[in-house]
């Protein structure tokens, strides 16, 4: 063991979230070291599909437009489909002259941000884990890419570090999803006719549900989230199985003849199990003057990806959070109480509105009925779609009018 780094701010996992944080805080003229476990880029579980508000966030972290142009690409719509056969539009406002929403190609989105991060000043450290927290002290032991152990002390110690976040379970706030425990397979496949621009899709299976979005390259990331009944399949016949005959069935339409369905596979079938979970509070004070944690990204909480917005909650947390951390000594201690509750605020409307659909997904015939009310109800389909894409308050879908006006024969 090498002796005890000291520094001011250290981030703990350089996805989007850990790296637009790291971007912001140097770019304040902060000391920020960025601890990432990945020696370099690779694909893991995780999202591509984000809309206009996330493609904001990412310009006010300082990344230029020519590459948020490169590394995502423009999707008109959101279909969702039924397996009875309803399905609707979501635009999140692209139809009333807004941008569209986009499929990044995260094998370019995450390593620009880190890029950004060094560029600003940040100490980028690939291939270095964190293998144990002790917050009361602040302090951090690391694995580096030859083996070494090391301790790094900081001030403020910031876990970024997704779904399984040491720091979170450190602060003893980790708890799981109150939901039924589902997996999830996320991967690439080839598109041989690449088309664009094209919708996403979203189709609703027994128990489940794949997601399609178009990204750059001539690919489409495909999302399967599988509850609970798909468990003996996936044991007896694997992942990789499973996940074919689920995307081979997803029927063309007029305009996608889904001919990537037969693609290649561009990257292994990574997966998340148990997917999600849930934090009791999002940052502490811990004994001395201004030191604390904080969690940012999927580490402050993550549900399920069918209300999308993993992605912007990541970036719009990394603001957040580095207003807290550029608050100085004593007054920092009420810097981060005030990020907990800035974080809460921000996203309680929208968590309900999570938890409702997954309410209407766990009844299929409700979930049903609401398609096709939804696939017949313009204003409806509007709102809908400016919440889910978090570009205006999620409190309007939460509004009894609105929910009459979805939910009326
Ligand atoms: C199946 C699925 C589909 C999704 N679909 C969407 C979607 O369509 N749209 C959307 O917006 N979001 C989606 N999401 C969510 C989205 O992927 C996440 O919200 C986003 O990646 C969060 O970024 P993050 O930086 O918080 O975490 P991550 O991207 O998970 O990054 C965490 C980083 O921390 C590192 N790390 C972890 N532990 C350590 C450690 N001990 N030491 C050092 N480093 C560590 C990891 O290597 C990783 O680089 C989906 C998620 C899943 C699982």
Not at 22 to 49: D, I, K, N, S, T
Not at 245 to 268: K, L
Not at 289 to 307: V, Y
Request: some cysteine; hydrophobic content about 50%.
């Amino acid at each position: 063991m090498t002796a005890t780094e000291r520094v001011e701010v250290v981030v703990v996992g350089g996805g989007p979230a850990g790296a637009a944080l790291a971007a912001h805080l140097a770019r304040a003229g902060r000391e920020v070291v960025v601890l990432e476990r990945a020696p370099r880029w690779r694909w893991r579980a995780g999202g591509v599909f984000a809309s206009p508000a996330a493609v904001a966030a990412l310009g006010r972290t300082g990344l230029d437009e020519a590459t948020v142009r490169a590394v995502a690409r423009p999707i008109p719509a959101m279909r969702v489909e039924t397996p009875r056969g309803a399905t609707f539009r979501l635009t999140y406002g692209a139809d009333e002259g807004g941008e569209p929403a986009v499929g990044f190609d995260r094998s370019r989105l995450d390593p620009a941000l880190l890029e950004l991060a060094g560029e600003a000043g940040a100490d980028v450290r690939p291939g270095v884990a964190v293998v144990e927290a002790s917050l009361d002290v602040g302090e951090l032991t690391t694995r580096g890419p030859d083996g070494t152990l090391a301790r790094l002390r900081a001030s403020v110690i910031v876990g970024a570090d997704g779904l399984r976040s040491v720091v979170a379970r450190a602060a003893a706030v980790a708890r799981p999803a109150r939901l039924a425990p589902r997996v999830a397979l996320t991967f690439h496949l080839e598109d041989p006719e690449p088309v664009a621009p094209r919708d996403a899709r979203m189709c609703v299976l027994r128990d489940g549900y794949v997601g399609i979005a178009p990204v750059p390259g001539g690919r489409v990331n495909v999302g399967i989230v599988l509850g609970g009944t798909w468990r003996p399949a996936l044991a007896a016949n694997g992942a990789e199985a499973v996940a074919r005959s689920i995307v081979e069935a997803i029927p063309p339409t007029a305009d996608d003849p889904a001919a990537w369905r037969f693609g290649r596979r561009c990257d292994s079938i990574a997966g998340a199990w148990p997917l999600g979970h849930r934090v009791t509070r999002r940052a502490g004070a811990t004994g001395q003057r201004g030191q604390g944690w904080l969690l940012i990204g999927d580490a402050a909480g993550f549900l399920d990806p069918f209300t999308g917005e993993g992605l912007h909650r990541a970036l719009a947390s990394a603001e957040l959070a580095a207003r807290a951390i550029s608050v100085d000594g004593s007054r920092r201690h009420e810097a981060l109480a005030a990020y907990d509750r800035a974080m809460q605020r921000r996203f309680l409307a929208k968590d309900a509105v999570s938890w409702l659909v997954q309410a209407f997904l766990a009844r299929p015939q409700l979930f049903e009925y609401a398609a096709r009310r939804v696939a017949s109800r313009a204003s409806v389909r509007a709102t809908m779609g400016l919440v889910m894409g978090d570009l205006v308050p999620a409190g309007r879908a939460l509004d009894p009018r609105y929910l009459a006006a979805l939910l009326a024969p």
